[in-house]
C-alpha cells in the first residue's frame, strides 16, 4: 500500500483530470486521419507499451461510440509513473482501432513495436460499473502472454496488494474482434493483455479508488519490466 498512499498525498487523480482535460476532448467533431494525426504518442523509456485505444469517442458500423472514460489519462499517467511507452486516441476519426483491418492506430502501434523494441503491450480500455468483476484481464484465454508462467498469479497479487479484489479473466478474452492485443499477439509476435476496468476505478472524483488502481497498474509495470 506503500505506493498506493504516495498516489493519494500527491493527489494523482488530479494529475489525472489534467491530462483528460489536455489530449482526451470528447466530442463529435471528426477529423480527416489524412490531415491530422488522430493520436498521440509519448516516447518512453521502457520495452512496454500502453495503449488506450478508446480514449476518445470512436465510430464503429458508422455510428459514434462513447469514449472509455478516463482510459487516455491513466495511460499517460501510467506512462509518467513508469517510463512505458504510450499511444492513446485523441480524435474521433472514423475509425475503431480495437477493431478495424486494416488500421491505422495499429500501423502506429507496429511502427513502435519495432522501432523501439517493445517486449509487452498492455491495451486498457473502461467497462461499465454494472460488471461484477473490478478488473478483467483479456488473454486470449491464456494465449496471449506467452511463457510467463507465474502471470497469472503475479497480476491478481498486484491488484490485490492495493485492495482491488475482484479480478477475473478473459470475460474479454479479446478474441471476437480484431483487438490489439490479437494484432501484437499474432502479427507480431508480441505478448499483451487487454484490461477492462470498471468505471468505479476510473473515476477522478474518488481519489482512494484511482490511487489503488494506479498503484496495481504501476506494480504490473514493474512486474513485467523485470521478468
Ligand atoms: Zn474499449
Redesign the pocket.
Known sequence: MKLCNEYINTRINEEAFSIEQTYFVKTDRRVNPKEMEPYRFFQGNIPILITA??AVRHMRKKKIKPS?QFTGAIAVVLHNKTGAYCLATTKLYGGDP?VDKPCIFKEKIREIVIKHGIKFVIDI??ASSERPFDVDVGTMRGKSFGEKSKFVEEIINCFHQNDIKKITFDNFPALKQFTITRFVVDEMNCPGIQLEINRKYRAHQNLNAFAQLMASLTSVVNYLTKE
Open positions: 485505444p478508446h472509455d480495437a480500455h473502461g
